[in-house]
């Protein structure tokens, strides 16, 4: 069974306190959390239903990605594209740390 709207935003709520406000697998932050997907991490087609012990929070590319494949085989693709995204971000400057702790853009 589905969980409708108001479910799925207390489910990610949840989920963030759980896990922290960030991609399960890509470790993105989420500004706020209605960018967030909830993601089956054992796929529904295995494992079906709604427990949160198999829910995660997941951006959308991630979540597109990943599809109905198991953790196992997509987590080392994830990782290989965060160590891209953090190296881009270091050559750009982008995502550096303002002293105040929020989010600077490179000028």
Known sequence: ??????????????????????????KSGFVDLADATIDHLIPKSILPGWRQYNLV???????????????????PRAEAVQ????ASRRRTGLGRTSPRG????AA
Do not use: H
Request: aromatic residues 6%; hydrophobic residues 40%; glycine residues 2%.
């Open 83 to 86: 160590t891209r995204r953090e």
């Open 102 to 105: 929020r989010l600077a853009l």
């Open 1 to 26: 069974m589905a969980a409708n709207s108001q479910q799925k935003a207390r489910l990610r709520r949840s989920l963030a306190a759980r896990d922290g406000q960030q991609c399960f697998y890509c």
């Open 57 to 75: 929070l997941a951006c959308r590319p991630c979540n597109n990605a990943k599809a109905d494949t198991l953790p196992q085989v997509f987590i």
